[in-house]
């Protein structure tokens, strides 16, 4: 048995309609990678996962960069208990 993991979801279908494995994914990268070949199962009970953001400490970032780590972190602390 394999475990693997994928970073082109692209790739992972065609190895799964070939009949070389099965896939877990999340619901929303399967959108443009309809098949009717597969078959989707959604996984019950919904589970949530968590993302994080990581960055190396005292890294200067370009002002991009910058708001979008201050968007996430603003977000991150609205979004706690």
Same mark, same amino acid.
Request: hydrophobic share 45%; glycine share 6%.
């Given at each position: 048995?394999?475990?693997?993991?994928?970073?082109?979801?692209?790739?992972?279908?065609?190895? $799964?309609?070939? +009949?070389?494995?099965? =896939?877990?994914?999340?619901?929303?990268?399967? =959108?443009? %990678? %309809?098949?009717? &070949?597969?078959?989707? $199962? !959604?996984?019950?009970?919904? @589970?949530? #996962? @968590? +993302?994080?953001?990581?960055?190396?400490?005292? %890294?200067?970032?370009? !002002? =991009? #960069?910058?708001?979008?780590? &201050?968007? $996430?972190?603003?977000? +991150?602390?609205?979004?706690?208990?």
């Amino acid at each position: 048995m394999c475990i693997d993991n994928y970073n082109i979801l692209s790739n992972t279908v065609l190895l $799964v309609e070939e +009949g070389l494995g099965v =896939a877990v994914c999340l619901n929303g990268d399967l =959108a443009i %990678h %309809h098949s009717p &070949q597969l078959r989707f $199962v !959604p996984l019950v009970p919904e @589970r949530s #996962i @968590r +993302g994080v953001l990581i960055w190396k400490k005292n %890294h200067v970032f370009n !002002p =991009a #960069i910058s708001l979008f780590v &201050q968007m $996430v972190q603003r977000y +991150g602390e609205s979004e706690r208990y």
